[in-house]
């Protein structure tokens, strides 16, 4: 029954190494999204996809990328991390981002940087 | 920035209704008032939004006040599942070319206590 599913949801990386974060999604939305959660903070907005349109948001920091091969999948590349890279990245999808339409998250990756 | 406020926590008794508050005091016609809750170690779920009328579901009710300036979530019966951060945001109804995206505050860390 898993809508929106996150692998791997504990991912360990080196600093400097690339690292990448995958997310899928069996609702056919639209629309899927990356934020950042740090510690005991509320989650943040990375960028997001309408359709194979990018949206970057204007802080989001050039070591992070991210691909949507196709509806399904996306992917969160972080080229080189840092320390302080280190958080839960979340996945969401939604139907549209037009209206109303809810966003759906997924469990959420938790990356940690040694 | 976060558009909305809330208090940074609160407890409520199992079983007895948990009344969460939220200031909106700058909303404007266009925007909608949406409800996410966080559990440890999860995503984000949606649990309601609303414009200006009441709103209910199988999970809440959303009482919004008619200047529209503040509003709040009841949950009828709390149960210890129940504990988690739960975020109010304001968010514009998109249109094309926005998104509407959404922007999480601090939120309301309810503890349901037995």
């Known amino acids: 029954d898993a809508m929106v599913i996150q692998n791997p949801r504990y991912q360990v990386t080196q600093f400097g190494k690339p690292v990448t974060l995958s997310c899928s999604q069996t609702l056919n939305h639209n629309v899927m999204y990356w934020y950042q959660q740090k510690s005991s903070q509320a989650p943040k907005l990375l960028f997001h996809y309408y359709d194979k349109d990018f949206n970057n948001e204007a802080d989001t920091p050039d070591n992070f990328q991210s691909r949507r091969p196709n509806t399904s999948f996306c992917f969160l590349d972080i080229r080189s991390p840092g320390l302080g890279d280190a958080a839960m990245y979340l996945c969401a999808t939604s139907r549209d981002p037009e209206g109303s339409y809810e966003q759906y998250f997924g469990p959420g990756t938790r990356l940690t940087v040694t | 920035d976060a558009k909305t406020t809330q208090p940074p926590s609160m407890d409520c008794a199992e079983g007895r209704a948990a009344n969460l508050p939220c200031n909106h005091s700058t909303i404007s016609g266009n925007e909608y008032v949406y409800w996410y809750r966080q559990i440890h170690s999860q995503g984000p779920q949606y649990i309601i939004h609303?414009?200006?009328n009441n709103e209910t579901n199988e999970m809440a009710s959303l009482i919004i006040t008619e200047d529209r300036k503040s509003s709040t979530l009841i949950l009828p019966h709390a149960t210890l599942r129940d504990t988690a951060v739960y975020y109010c945001i304001v968010r514009p109804r998109a249109r094309p070319g926005s998104q509407g995206n959404l922007i999480f505050g601090k939120g309301t860390k309810l503890s349901v206590k037995p």
């Open positions: 609303g414009l200006k």
